[in-house]
């Protein structure tokens, strides 16, 4: 069964630099999305991307946050200056949106900010 | 924006047990899906369910969309089952996102 893979599967970075979360989601999918979730807590909504454009961002999603797709397999995540609090694992999903068609997520990234 | 509660929060079963799970949504969904958290922290996709009945194995759900709520069933719980079991719903307000609820973290002990 086709899968949404992220790479890496652990990221420790220091506070005020810039990471980059990698995602290839399952290739006939059009839909991609980023979740975060901060260790003992929910999985909180990040954002959506479709069509070479973000669909929809939460709160969370600000300035420092970028998405991007910059080839025809690859969804990024850039945080441009990481704090301790963005210290979470970050998942990615993608789905082709056809009727009775689940979110399929990716194992997710540990990403520790020092 | 829609909400989702999960309950119980905390369940511990002795193996073999078997146990009810529960998620409630306070409007209409377009999906609704059950994942365990396993302790790796992955998300492994249960059940896609915005109505009726699914089976697999010792597991299955149920959701009733008109009156709001799914129900996750545990059968003859193994310790591999340990981990934290989420609810997640998509309203109908077409935002193509799944909100998740606050989990129900499960505990079997041998």
């Known amino acids: 069964e086709p899968e949404v893979t992220q790479t890496p599967s652990h990221q420790v970075t220091q506070m005020g630099q810039e990471v980059i979360l990698r995602c290839v989601p399952i290739s006939n999918h059009l839909y991609f999305y980023w979740y975060r979730q901060i260790l003992g807590q929910k999985v909180e909504f990040l954002v959506s991307?479709?069509?070479?454009?973000?669909?929809?961002k939460s709160e969370i999603f600000d300035d420092q946050f970028s998405v991007e797709r910059p080839d025809g397999s690859n969804f990024t995540l850039k945080i441009r200056s990481t704090k301790l609090e963005d210290s979470a694992m970050y998942f990615c999903?993608?789905?082709?949106?056809?009727?009775?068609?689940?979110?399929?997520f990716g194992n997710g990234t540990r990403l520790t900010v020092t | 924006g829609i909400q989702v509660e999960q309950s119980p929060p905390d369940l511990i079963l002795q193996e073999g047990a078997n146990s009810t799970l529960r998620c409630n949504f306070s409007?209409?969904?377009?999906?609704l899906q059950w994942f365990h958290q396993n302790p790796w922290g992955q998300l492994i996709n249960l059940f896609y369910i915005p109505s009726g009945t699914k089976q697999n194995g010792r597991l299955s759900a149920t959701t009733v969309a008109t009156e709001r709520y799914s129900l996750l069933y545990i059968s003859s719980s193994q310790t591999t089952d340990s981990g934290v079991y989420f609810c997640?719903?998509?309203?109908?307000?077409?935002?193509?996102?799944?909100?998740f609820g606050s989990g129900t973290r499960l505990l079997v002990r041998p």
């Open positions: 999903a993608s789905s082709d949106r056809s009727e009775n068609s689940p979110l399929h």
């Open positions: 409007d209409s969904v377009n999906n």
């Open positions: 997640a719903v998509e309203g109908m307000d077409s935002s193509y996102k799944l909100i």
């Open positions: 991307f479709y069509n070479n454009e973000i669909s929809e």
